[in-house]
């Protein structure tokens, strides 16, 4: 059975500093490399208009492209160089939605073990999108916050990103059976959702796994941050491999952090050899 892992990929700007590095990005990208060292049997399916860019994930047989007329690009800066839990951005707000009618064909043959959901803005999974994935009755996984960017002030090309809530975002989750987010954006549309459990992120400060009770997951420290762009995604990819494996939370959780914590000790996506 496959896990089904969908979202964009995109071009990433990273200034860290004074320091620019250019890279592709995006969480399916990221979780990709850890699911390619703990859960094989995956499918990546990602939306661009440069078929080149899934040249950069690890396994060119698991990822299918869905040719679109723009690609996402975003602008991570953290402007602390000794503090890279704050960062700010900037995107161009591609509007290319991930239809049904796109998953229908690539979907076909396909066993379904589960969804790995990752949007990057607001626009990339229409209700009727996520009214199918659904109907495969199988776990569904998500990191909420992409659903909650809206472009905010235009910045040269580009906008700054402002979260926000909105009304359809209940019937969205509905039924999901992890959701991923951070305490800011917890702060700002609460935690009252129809879901088995909520993760909540905090950068070095950990994380938190709520369902019929609270678990507290202690961050991994290590004294060589390098990169955290993709560190969510990381920890969210290891954190859902665990969990399909049968393992508990608590188990689940300290995996997720240990592997977090190895990939910002190196530039670009996890690589368990570094």
């Not at 990221?30 to 208009?49: G, K, M, P, R, W």
């Not at 803005?121 to 990191?143: A, W």
């Amino acid at each position: 059975m496959t896990l089904i892992v969908i979202g964009p990929v995109c071009e990433d700007l990273v200034i860290i500093g004074d320091v620019e590095s250019h890279s592709v990005g995006g969480a399916t990208l990221y979780q990709s490399f850890v699911f390619e060292e703990f859960f094989d049997d995956y499918l990546a399916i990602v939306n661009c208009s440069d078929e080149k860019l899934a040249e950069e994930f690890p396994s060119s047989d698991k990822v299918k492209v869905i040719l679109k007329d723009n690609t996402h690009f975003f602008i991570n800066k953290y402007p602390f160089e000794d503090n890279l839990d704050i960062r700010e951005q900037l995107s161009n707000f591609a509007q290319i939605p991930i239809l049904k009618s796109d998953l229908e064909s690539l979907l076909t043959d396909v066993n379904v073990e589960g969804f790995v959901v990752n949007p990057l803005n607001h626009y990339d999974f229409p209700l009727e999108t996520i009214e199918y994935i659904k109907s495969f009755n199988v776990p569904i996984f998500t990191s909420i916050q992409g659903f909650l960017r809206f472009p905010d002030v235009k910045v040269n090309e580009n906008y700054a990103i402002k979260l926000g809530d909105f009304d359809e975002i209940y019937d969205v989750l509905k039924g999901f059976r992890t959701i991923f987010l951070d305490e800011a954006e917890a702060n700002i549309i609460g935690l009252d959702f129809d879901v088995d459990e909520i993760i909540i992120t905090d950068g070095s400060n950990g994380s938190r796994i709520i369902s019929d009770s609270e678990i507290k997951i202690e961050s991994v420290k290590c004294d060589n941050v390098v990169d955290t762009t993709g560190c969510g995604d990381t920890y969210m990819a290891a954190y859902i491999s665990q969990r399909l494996m049968g393992y508990n939370q608590k188990k689940a959780g300290n995996f997720a952090s240990m592997i977090a914590s190895k990939k910002i000790e190196n530039l670009g996506p996890f690589n368990l050899n570094k």
